[in-house]
């Protein structure tokens, strides 16, 4: 019975009694044979397996760096860790009579200071609109009879060779109407190339082109080949991408019917599917072969939409336009809108994801494709300098102009960047708000249409109608240093006075003063001290494991062992063996060496924010040391910070006034070194991008797993080799065999002929 096997050379089968009457190990031959492809499939898989040490290696590092971010870099991290906040360093404790009044600065000044009185606490200047800006409904925008493009959305990539590799997306609307016209089809292909072909032409080398050959049969002429394109591509041109004789090249006959999904076809099919979210919570809905048209679409939605969140909160509305369909939430607060839908039936029905009934910020507010503003919008008379149509509005005396064609996320940039106000919207209210950068009673908020437009009222309302906007209010308060009370007056509610800094809450307006606030002052400069000392250690286990790993020599007798290498050693001899392989993998690594190099320098220099250095305050290199690791003189450094802690402070957070060319302190320096390798708030660094980190996003989306993946796709393809020769080589046996079964056949009705 042939017995089935699972290796790195993919599944095989044994046929186990090979050889009954040549007497040969057919299993043992057939290995040897396939001894050069297995070979190859060995050098890929330690070529991966080299690659994933890499990648483990990168991800000790990275994520050493990462925990160091979030622990001493973070303000998520609060005060206690945060070297950037000034709060670190702190050498006294505050503490405050009310909980919204904080104070720093000069310890004895605070020891002798109260708060008698607080009349009111500094506001910005703002508004917050009523005038809901959408039409809080979304919709069908397509003809629902049309037949969809296989091809349109598709992607496909063209390698030159020694080019490069080109990729493309199809729009959406590929071919328009003659959907199911082959000449159409390829007119419209070859445009995507155009670019690529005019560059080629420049070179003086082969145009690249889609065609149909003499065989009727889809081709590629020129220097390019297929080298990659989604699998709904590679079935209507029936070919496959580039590898051996003609793939890549030509495909198949192109058969016009397959060329695009009819309506029906797609309405009906249980494989399409829209999800929408009500409230944040998402529902998937698939479509089944009882719908056939628009109306039985509404039907089905609408009864999937009523089980899901429930009877009377989401209306499906079929009947307002025909052939269309309309979606809207009951209430004004309640948000609906499609997170995901199937390509086929969103280009059957005009829907997309993000489309919601609020405004769509991300496509333009006047665009072909609606996004939900409910008040159509006009330009008046206001140009650009090119004599274009644009937007004009005030905002607080400074004109802003805005193309036609912005969607509203960039509006609202392009307002908070060029004027003193930001401006909001609120997705569960639909209405805008804004507010002062600033505050103070000298601050107001205003934002009108210049020249006749109308971009201002749409998005805001009417002032005084849809919004009354407050001006903003100062602090007044009055405070005791010594016995001697003052009054102040200021336009923040962040207010220094005899070195004391003065930090408020809104509410302390409303406090009971029966009673002054007052403060309690503790010193704390031994935990000052001993959380420098646990970061000067943490950052030092960094160095140490940085410098390790790009200094290792790799272990050229120790490759990574295959699984056949494996079968034949005891577990702690591949264990140990593993150990060596893993040695050397970052040996000169340039990303590694540049991470290294940068924390050094960063821990190294000067400013020019602080008078001080770190060798000043206890922190230095030991004497005969290259490696970069850091001494801590505890002694050293607490003198220094019980006699000038705001040069401390300076020296670590200080931000340089001297732009690109000035010398930040101490931490700002680190902060951006462990920025550029690591990233922070979802976005990547460079040694995250190479490597990725395990358990998110990145695990498999980084540079290493890429490869990896070309790797194991290099595997397939030699294992598919491989299980072709096997298939060949065991046939050839088996007709030894019926010959050998045949002659030995012969041989004995021979004797028995003769008698012998």
């Given amino acids: 019975m042939p017995i089935l096997s699972n290796s790195i050379y993919g599944s095989s089968v044994s046929r186990g009694v ?21 070979t190859k499939i060995d050098r890929q898989y330690q070529s991966k397996q080299k690659l994933l040490y890499k990648q483990e290696a990168y991800r000790e590092i990275s994520s050493k760096l990462v925990a160091l971010s979030s622990k001493y870099f973070s303000y998520s991290a609060g005060s206690k860790t945060n070297i950037l906040s000034p709060r670190f360093f702190e050498a006294d404790t505050f503490k405050s009579s009310s909980s919204y009044v904080n104070v720093t600065g000069n310890a004895n000044n605070i020891k002798n200071f109260e708060i008698t009185d607080i009349s009111s606490v500094a506001t910005a200047a703002s508004f917050a609109s009523k005038n809901p800006v959408s039409t809080k409904e979304f919709g069908t925008s397509n003809d629902m009879t049309k037949n969809v493009s296989r091809l349109a959305g598709e992607t496909f990539s063209i390698s030159i060779p020694n080019e490069k590799v080109y990729s493309f997306t199809i729009d959406r609307k590929f071919e328009g109407d003659n959907i199911a016209d082959v000449n159409t089809m390829l007119t419209e292909l070859n445009k995507k190339l155009d670019e690529v072909n005019k560059k080629l032409e420049d070179e003086g080398k082969d145009k690249v082109s889609f065609g149909i050959n003499s065989d009727g049969k889809f081709e590629i002429t020129g220097g390019g080949v297929l080298s990659a394109a989604s699998k709904e591509f590679l079935s209507v041109f029936k070919m496959n991408v580039a590898g051996k004789d003609n793939e890549g090249k030509i495909g198949d006959e192109i058969v016009e019917t397959e060329l695009y999904r009819t309506a029906t076809d797609v309405l009906g099919s249980d494989n399409e599917y829209i999800t929408f979210e009500y409230n944040g919570v998402l529902k998937q809905i698939k479509l089944n072969s009882e719908i ?26 079929k009947t307002t336009v025909a052939g269309k369909i309309t ?41 072909t494709r609606s996004s939900g503003l409910k008040t159509s919008l006009t330009t008046g008379t206001a140009t650009n300098d090119k004599g274009e149509a644009v937007y004009k509005i005030d905002v607080n005396g400074k004109e802003i102009l805005i193309a036609k064609g912005t969607s509203l996320n960039d509006i609202i940039k392009k ?42 009222t749409a998005l805001f309302g009417t002032a005084g109608t849809d919004y009354t906007a407050k001006n903003g209010t100062d602090t007044e308060l009055t405070y005791k240093l010594n016995g001697i009370s003052t009054t102040i007056t200021r336009s923040s509610a962040n207010i220094s006075v005899e070195e004391i800094n003065i930090e408020l809450n809104e509410k302390a307006k409303d406090i009971d003063f029966s009673k002054p606030i007052t403060f309690d002052v503790t010193n704390n400069s031994d935990e000052v001290v001993e959380k420098v000392k646990k970061f000067i250690e943490e950052y030092n286990e960094i160095i140490d494991l940085l410098g390790t790993k790009t200094k290792e020599k790799p272990k050229r007798d120790y490759p990574p062992l295959t699984p056949e290498q494996q079968d034949d050693m005891k577990e702690d001899e591949i264990k140990n063996w593993n150990l060596e392989a893993k040695k050397g993998v970052l040996y000169g690594d340039s990303k590694m060496n540049s991470a290294l190099r940068e924390l050094k320098s960063a821990m190294g220099s000067f400013t020019d924010v602080s008078t001080l250095n770190l060798a000043a305050i206890g922190i230095s290199s030991a004497r005969m040391d290259t490696s970069g690791k850091l001494v801590f003189d505890e002694k050293k450094f ?20 001297k732009g690109e060319d000035g010398i930040s302190g101490i931490a700002v320096q680190l902060k951006k070194v462990l920025v550029k390798n690591v990233g922070e708030y979802g976005n990547t660094g460079l040694l995250i991008d190479e490597a990725g980190l395990p358990g998110g996003m990145t695990a498999d989306k980084n540079l290493i797993s890429e490869k990896i993946k070309d790797h194991d796709d290099k595997m397939k393809d030699l294992k598919r080799s491989l299980e072709v020769e096997r298939k060949r080589y065991w046939n050839q046996f088996a007709q030894l065999e019926k010959a050998m079964s045949r002659l030995n056949a012969q041989g004995s009705w021979l004797t028995n002929m003769t008698g012998n």
């Fill in 415 to 456: 307002i908070n960047a060029e004027s003193d106000v930001n401006i909001s919207y609120s997705s569960t209210t639909d209405t805008f708000s804004a507010v002062s950068k600033e505050t103070g009673a000298h601050k107001k908020v205003s934002i009108t249409d210049l020249d006749g437009g109308n971009l201002a």
């Fill in 18 to 38: 090979g050889g009954l009457m040549s007497g040969l190990d057919t299993d043992e031959l057939v290995k040897q044979m396939t001894t050069r492809t297995r």
């Fill in 292 to 317: 056939t048209d628009s109306g039985k679409l509404a039907d089905h939605l609408q009864t999937e939409l009523d089980k899901a969140f429930g009877s009377g909160k989401i209306t499906v509305d």
């Fill in 327 to 367: 979606f809207k939430a009951t209430g004004d607060n309640n948000i609906l809108g499609v997170s995901s839908i199937s390509k086929h039936l969103s280009m059957l029905t005009g829907l997309q994801s993000g489309d919601y009934n609020r405004i769509n910020r991300n496509i333009a507010i006047d665009g």
């Fill in 638 to 657: 607490k003198e220094k910070l019980l006699e000038n802690p705001d040069e401390i402070k300076n020296l670590f957070t200080g931000e340089s006034s």
